[in-house]
Nanobody
């Protein structure tokens, strides 16, 4: 059974930075692509960023491109989301997830394991 545990969320002001972490256990972490999604109250869960198995390929949602950076440390079984220049509209619960594939993947349906989420709140 795969377990994903997110951390690093919090309450910040607009323009601040946060780094989210997602620690994985239960299977060979470095064989699979990982992703970050977020869900704001009353909205559907949306794609934020994804990274392939090696870390050599990444894809971002247009809304975060240039501000967020996804990375991974396979030796530590951890994926990160560095979030800079945060905006109030980035407020959401952020989830990490792992796919069945090795390539970067933006489709939510392709992710089979999810963490419990970490709350990010950005005040104006």
């Amino acid at each position: 059974q795969v377990q994903l545990v997110e951390s690093g969320g919090g309450l910040v002001q607009a323009g601040d930075s946060l780094r989210l972490s997602c620690a994985a256990s239960g299977r060979t972490f470095n064989s699979y692509a990982m992703g970050w999604f977020r869900q704001a109250p009353g909205k559907e869960r949306e794609f934020v960023a994804t990274i392939n198995w090696s870390g050599g390929s990444t894809v971002y949602a247009d809304s975060v491109k240039g501000r967020f950076t996804i990375s991974r440390d396979n030796a530590k079984n951890t994926v990160y989301l560095q979030m800079n220049s945060l905006k109030p509209e980035d407020t959401a619960t952020y989830y990490c997830a792992t796919t069945r594939a090795t390539v970067a993947e933006i489709r939510r349906s392709r992710y089979n394991y999810w963490g419990q989420g970490t709350q990010v709140t950005v005040s104006a």
